[in-house]
């Protein structure tokens, strides 16, 4: 048997996403035998029951499992695997999704990570210290639609990404300077 990686699971589930209904911009869904369904303020649950109750008439004790086919997240930054992961499950947390990308890497700043999240047509910041068990308890545990995870990069990325790199690179192209000096005028 052949080993899958999360980023080509993650493709195979991108090209089944396309079975399903879409949901209009005024929270409508245009169904087979039942016509049109208003998903406005209902919970997945309360869509199914609905879903079913109007089935009844054409349908003996229907089954309907709704699902959000298009909940993505985006990763971005210091993980091995960054990109746009669609989901699945209903509750995707902070943790999966990392793993699904592949983790943190050795540069990743684990006390600082930006979560971006649309609240109202708002864009809004959440710095998150993955380091801190209060982030089980916190509303960012749980990723919503579009959110986007940038992973920054530590201090020592930083300072290795410069043209001269940290202070012992600095003394040593200095030393290098004045030995080669002394060297040439003598």
């Known amino acids: 048997m052949k080993k899958q990686y999360p980023y080509q699971q993650n493709i195979q589930l991108q090209n089944r996403s396309i079975d399903g209904y879409l949901v209009d911009l005024d929270g409508t869904i245009n169904l087979p ?40 997240v985006s990763i971005l930054g210091e993980v091995k695997n960054p990109g746009t992961f669609t989901f699945f499950e209903e509750r995707v947390s902070l943790p999966q999704a990392l ?67 940290d202070a012992s690179t600095l003394v040593s192209i200095l030393s290098l300077a004045v030995s080669l000096f002394i060297v040439i005028t003598r």
């Open 33 to 72: 035998l039942i016509g049109s369904v208003n998903t406005s303020n209902l919970n997945i649950n309360t869509l199914s029951r609905d879903i079913e109750n109007a089935l009844t008439p054409y349908i003996k004790n229907p089954s309907v499992n709704v699902r959000i086919l298009n909940f993505r």
């Open 99 to 165: 793993g699904l990308a592949g983790d943190l890497t050795i540069n990743a700043d684990r006390n600082n990570v930006l979560l971006i999240r649309d609240q109202d047509g708002k864009k809004t910041n959440h710095f998150i210290d993955l380091t801190k068990s209060k982030l089980f308890n916190s509303s960012n545990y749980f990723l919503k639609q579009n959110d986007i995870l940038y992973i920054r990069p530590n201090n020592a990325k930083i300072k290795s990404s410069g043209i001269v790199g």
